[in-house]
């Protein structure tokens, strides 16, 4: 009878339960500068900040300027960079006008001092440092993949609508932002749940009904 009841009753739990999934953060193939994640929006800068909305302390640069922000290792083209123009705790904000479940970005010259943040509707959603991202080699290496990485942020079912950048001091780089729109699926109203537990009921008592009693 057991078995009986966890056969019936288990695709109902599987259908009724939901955990928040826990981003899960991966880095591209070193020289990788791009998403190789389908059906993404890239931003890459060249045309201006390219989100929904930008805001804070951020500059769009080209090239290196010593004590104040260093091109990514393996790109040549403009890209964005936090703070700007001081050294202090500086931020920006990109609202991308959508809810997404994952994000990309080629992060250069990594510090443990530099930390992306992700929000859904001014709730914080999942914060990273430099250092939880590639550890020890968070030491602003300007010249080396080691520092100079693709980095995904698969959120799974979870989602966040902004993103935002931080730095201590000089500087967060970075350039091809890519984000996916979160495709919505529609979850199973109370009823639908309510009706396949009174199905599961009536099977279960068919199947007790034709034991044969001993």
């Not at 997404?100 to 530099?114: E, K, P, R, T, V």
Request: proline content about 3%; some cysteine; hydrophobic content about 40%.
């Amino acid at each position: 009878m057991k078995n009986l009841m966890r056969s019936l009753l288990l695709p109902l739990l599987f259908i009724a339960g939901s955990a928040s999934a826990v981003p899960i953060v991966s880095l591209s193939a070193a020289g990788q500068t791009t998403t190789s994640v389908a059906d993404t929006t890239t931003i890459d800068f060249n045309s201006g900040c390219g989100y929904a909305s930008c805001s804070g302390d951020f500059i769009l640069a080209t090239g290196s300027q010593s004590g104040l922000y260093a091109q990514p290792f393996g790109t040549n083209t403009q890209y964005l960079s936090v703070p700007h123009p001081s050294a202090s705790t500086l931020s920006a904000d990109f609202n991308l006008g959508t809810v997404a479940n994952y994000f990309g970005l080629f992060w250069g010259s990594i510090d443990s001092y530099n930390f992306i943040s992700f929000y859904l509707n001014n709730t914080l959603v999942a914060s990273y440092s430099g250092s939880t991202i590639v550890g020890q080699f968070a030491d602003g290496n300007q010249l080396s993949y080691s520092s100079n990485r693709y980095i995904n942020f698969d959120f799974g079912s979870d989602s966040f609508d902004r993103v935002q950048l931080i730095s201590h001091g000089f500087a967060f780089e970075s350039d091809n932002h890519a984000f996916r729109k979160l495709v919505s699926v529609t979850e199973p109203s109370a009823a639908l749940l309510l009706l396949l537990g009174l199905i599961s009921l009536t099977l279960m008592r068919r199947q007790m009904k034709a034991i044969p009693l001993k």
